[in-house]
């Protein structure tokens, strides 16, 4: 028996209108082949991504056989649960809605139809497309937008109508929430740490307990359990993540920021606790892999690895 894995990650792309580069369609379809992880181990699974890569590249492992990769969507495939609901939970302006709902937005954040917005907020900022992963289709600035940033601004602008504009504030600890939405409420887990490079880029995954005092706990679930009863308003139900973040103001004091993005999706947090349970590893990365780290996606020039410890 065959499990079959339909390992659309460029799903959002598609929401947005969008198509992605082949660089970046390589690249996510490489790490389309650690959605396995998320699949029984004892049957043959066949991962099917957005484009080719070199199956060499992945590697075995003790409690690990990588998967039969293939291109494009399964014949077969059920997909009666993706529906629109799917598009709608995932994006960017939900999160900001839950979050104001409670108290919980950054200061002057808000969504944006024009350029000119933008310089309501007067310090760093960033303006983020409704539908994008792993830090693309969003715009840096501080102050007014530059020529450069405009114009970046009016083709983001001119895809999707809208953009989730936020202060760019200092960032203490990024962490998400693993969590289930089902037909008569909500199952989540512990929170885990996300790596991220300074300006936000996803690294990878260390599933030790984030350093949060009670208070920010408090926080952090009770917006998880927004965001849950939201997906459930829409009629989503299944796994989703909430990524959020502690941060410093200007003024020196920690804050936490209890809901920055809802995936409504199996991410990497997910992937990175069933690899955890197969090899009792706590980290994925996705950068250079450390002395002792079992790799699973070997190096190359293009940048691509993954690895587990």
Known sequence: MTFVIHANLDCEARWAGTTLPGAVATRVSHYAAL???????????????????DPARLCPATG????????????????????????????????LRVATSRGAALPGAKVITSVDQVAAIAGPWVAKSPWTTAGRD??????APTDEQRTRLTRLLERSGELVLEPWVERVLDLGVCATVLPDGLMRAEPHHIVTDARGTFLGIDLAPPPLSADESRQLFELVSAAGGALGELGYVGRFA??????????????MH????????????????ALHTRFGTTELGFSTPPPGATV??????????????
């Open 64 to 95: 690990w056989t990588p998967p039969v990769m293939r291109v494009g969507a399964p014949p077969r495939a059920d997909l009666v649960w993706a529906d629109s609901k799917a598009k709608a939970a995932n994006d960017r302006r939900l999160a």
């Open 258 to 273: 209890p809901l920055c993005e809802i995936n409504a999706r199996c991410t990497f947090g997910w992937v990175a606790r």
């Open 242 to 255: 909430v990524d959020a973040f502690v941060h410093r103001t200007a003024d020196g004091e920690r804050r």
């Open 138 to 143: 969003r715009c840096h600035g501080a102050g």
């Open 35 to 53: 959605l396995a992880a998320l699949a029984p181990g004892d049957l043959e699974i066949e991962v099917w991504a957005p484009a080719a890569i």
């Open 296 to 309: 699973l996606i070997a190096p190359a020039d293009d940048g691509v690895t993954a690895w587990v410890a």
